[in-house]
């Protein structure tokens, strides 16, 4: 008898590793596998940067608070809201309400390395008043794209962005962008690197 359940087992086994094995190796890149193409063949979608404001575009707070999932919605804010508002390989970023200020905005003449982190607000109020911003893919997911070296948009940069919510889960407000609008005459944009 147990050589008999032996052979079961061991060809078990040998399927285990085979698939193992099969699992393990990458795919090469190819037009199906876009996240496995490299970086510099995904481009942000052609529609994206619109040349006019998102009609009724209102602040962070006053979206997080009227909105709902699934909501069409049309944001305005400033890029930041933490030393690194750009996720590093996704095509994900956070915004700001106009209604905290940077430090680029203080009347002192020093200021720190990194005025988009809002380092002066309140973090109870600034985690009130952001929203996080995905650019996606045809199938829903967000671009294998790095936004910050990509250079389209920088942080502290005033923009609106029109989508739909996608989750109010634990306090998160994640927009999927259709439209992003640069607002022109920033009275900041002089003062952004």
Known sequence: MQHFLSKPIAALVAITVFSFTVACDKPAPTEANPVAQSAGSIALPANLLVT??????????????????GDRVAVIGRIGGSRAPFVSSRAIFTIVDQSMKSCLETDEEEHCPRPWDYCCEDKKELAKSMASIEIND????????????EGTFKPLMLIAVE????????????????????VPNDPL????K
């Not at 989508?163 to 640069?182: C, D, I, M, P």
């Not at 944009?189 to 952004?192: L, M």
Request: proline share 4%.
């Open 189 to 192: 944009a002089s003062k952004i």
């Open 52 to 69: 006019e404001q998102p009609a009724g575009a209102i602040g962070v707070i006053e979206a997080r608070i009227a909105a709902k999932t």
């Open 138 to 149: 045809a199938n829903g997911k967000p671009l294998a794209l790095a936004l910050e070296s």
């Open 163 to 182: 989508g739909t919510l996608q989750s109010t889960e634990g306090g998160s407000f994640v927009v999927r962008a259709e439209h992003v609008y640069k």
